[in-house]
């Protein structure tokens, strides 16, 4: 009896065993299960996470080629825009020395015309048509200049220079002709110096100037200036007619104009459109202030720069024709491509008692060289079959062995033809040629060392 009892006991310890077990078995598996709902969740948040990975990836990579796609295109755009500014800038240059070039003979053969004994009547003739030539030069000038800027072609070359230099030549130019109207032109410098383009600048005051000159019937046109606040302000102060208030803004358009002096003529209204666009391409603010009845003054506002204390500035002197010599037996040759400008330009300097030889190439004018060598050179920047003066003339001066001075006649107002010409050590003048610059700058080159 008690063995059965402790059997039954042992079984009963088991059995509790088993079902502490079985209760810890039912347990886990009871955590396993309410786990695994969590566990499959996450699994479907991962495959989730995964396909919105992959179609972000996808969206990124399609934006990436079309990004591609778009700055390739802008390449080629700016590709296209680059070529286009060229050709413009080539045309213009083309356009510059096709229209220039009859402009040139016709000023030279009037003025070999006018050089020869005459009557009053005949030299009055000869008078009005420079004067007509010189206002379709002016008309051209002013047109290409559009053109170049609207084109996108011109670009200033800032540099540091002194400002009364600039307004001095350019009031030392218009004084002539404000005397002979009886108006006073006054410039006050101030030693001064600025940053700008000098050639861009100079055409803006050179408008200004002009323009004041051509409104102005009694009175005169003051030049001068100011320093404020880091800026130098040129003032061209005139004693015109006076601007009204709703004409101050339409004056800056092409092809408007105002009441003209008595003698100032009317102009063609395309000096203040030249002005305000070359304002902006140098970005110098115009200014304008005006009293109807008693006068306008124009500004241009440009930085100052600091003066140069190392090396002295001296003014250039001018050196008289008398000073220079005369031009009597100077022998010279002329490498022209025109038939027009080569006649008209050795018949003016057969009148000046020049020995005159002509060629339209560098090959033909070596060949003349070396029979006789030439004491200066004239040569056309642009030749036939794409030949340059300045190469035509380094033929000659291999021919004779020597560096002959030479200068370099051009339509073309570009930095390129300057810095060609400076390359190449020639003078540059400009086209239409004016015989009185001609006959300076000849004189000049025939007092060189080789001449």
């Known amino acids: ?91 213009l240059t083309s356009i510059s020395h096709d229209l220039l070039q009859p402009l040139n003979a016709a000023r030279l053969a009037l ?22 030539l010189a206002t379709l030069e002016e008309l051209l000038r002013t047109l290409l200049d559009l053109s170049k800027l609207d084109a996108g072609v011109m670009t200033p070359d800032w540099r540091a220079f002194p400002i009364d ?44 100037i002009a323009n004041g000159l051509r409104y ?57 459109a030249i002005v ?31 003066q140069p204390r190392d090396e002295p500035q001296p003014r250039p002197a001018e ?20 038939a027009a400008v080569l006649a008209a330009m050795s018949a003016l300097l057969t009148r000046w008692g020049c020995e005159v030889a002509v060629a339209s190439s560098g090959d033909e004018a070596a060949e003349i060289a070396e029979a006789r060598a030439p004491q200066a050179i004239i040569a056309d920047l642009h030749l036939d079959h794409f030949e340059r003066g300045a190469t035509a003339v380094a033929k000659v001066r291999r021919a004779v062995g020597a560096a002959t001075p030479a200068m370099l006649v051009t339509a073309d107002h570009s930095d390129t033809a300057a810095r060609e010409a400076e390359e190449a050590e020639m003078a540059l003048l400009r086209k239409p040629v004016r015989p009185a610059e001609l006959r300076s700058l000849l004189s000049y080159l025939l007092s060189q060392p080789g001449a």
């Open 276 to 306: 305000r666009r070359l304002a902006l391409a140098l970005e110098h603010p115009i200014g304008l202030m005006s009293t109807v009845g008693k006068g306008s003054m124009f500004s241009v506002c440009l930085p100052l720069a600091e």
């Open 1 to 91: 009896m008690t063995e059965t009892t402790d059997e039954v006991e042992e079984l009963r310890r088991k059995v509790a065993k088993l079902e502490k077990i079985n209760a810890k078995l039912i347990s886990r598996v009871e955590r396993s299960y309410d786990q695994q709902p969590n566990a499959y969740a996450l699994f479907e948040t991962a495959i989730a996470l995964d396909n919105q990975v992959r179609r972000r990836t996808q969206e990124v990579q399609q934006a990436l080629r079309s990004i591609e796609r778009v700055n390739e295109d802008l390449r080629r755009a700016k590709e296209q825009a680059e070529a286009a500014n060229l050709l413009k800038s080539s045309v």
């Open 319 to 338: 050196t008289s024709l008398a000073a220079r010599g005369p031009l009597r037996d100077a022998r010279i040759l002329v490498i022209e491509n025109d």
């Open 165 to 208: 230099d600039l307004v001095g030549s350019l009031v030392k130019e218009h004084a002539q002709g404000a005397a002979k109207r009886g108006l006073k032109l006054r410039h006050f410098g101030a030693g001064r110096w600025v940053t700008s383009d000098p050639l861009l600048l100079r055409r803006v005051v050179q408008n200004l």
């Open 216 to 272: 102005t019937r009694r009175g005169g046109v003051l030049v001068g200036g100011r320093a404020r606040a880091g800026r130098w302000t040129v003032e061209v102060w005139d004693t015109g007619p006076g601007i009204p208030e709703e004409r101050r803004d339409a004056i800056f358009q092409e092809f408007q104009r105002g009441e003209a002096g008595e003698h100032g003529g009317q102009g063609f209204g395309l000096g203040l």
């Open 111 to 132: 003025s070999t015309l006018g050089s020869f004994e005459m009557g009053r009547e005949q030299t009055g003739l000869i008078d009005q048509a420079d004067r007509s």
